[in-house]
């Protein structure tokens, strides 16, 4: 079955940056979207963004356009989040999600993707 693991997690300053990555297993990479969702406690799980099968397209969330980017290297069966310009509010457990490109209509949507990585806490500090 398809499994993803994230890494890249930690402790960053306010300004700081990290790189997360998903690595998939399990399934056909290449045409699969990769969604990043973040997770805070007593909060909603928030879409922050999404590459498509072919790297060519991008979507993020209003909060964290023009700081983070992502990306992939389907060679790697790995999808990057590059976290830049780092703040409080952007603490939270990360998480990977991927489905084939075809099944998904809407990648904001969490309920369109059924596998899904252990996710990684990112903390940042003030």
């Known amino acids: 079955q398809v499994q993803l693991v994230e890494s890249g997690g930690g402790l960053a300053q306010t300004g700081g940056s990290l790189r997360l990555s998903c690595t998939v297993s399990g399934g056909a990479f290449s045409t699969y979207a990769v969604a990043w969702f973040r997770q805070v406690p007593g909060k909603d799980r928030e879409y922050v963004g999404a590459?498509?099968?072919?790297?060519?397209?991008?979507s993020y969330t209003d909060s964290v356009k023009g700081r983070f980017t992502i990306s992939r290297d389907n060679a790697k069966n790995t999808a990057y989040l590059e976290m830049n310009s780092l703040k409080p509010e952007d603490t939270a457990v990360y998480f990977c999600a991927a489905e084939p490109e075809t099944s998904i209509r809407y990648y904001a949507d969490s309920e369109e993707y059924e596998n899904w990585g252990q996710g990684t806490q990112v903390t940042v500090s003030s």
């Open positions: 590459i498509s099968w072919s790297g060519t397209r991008t």
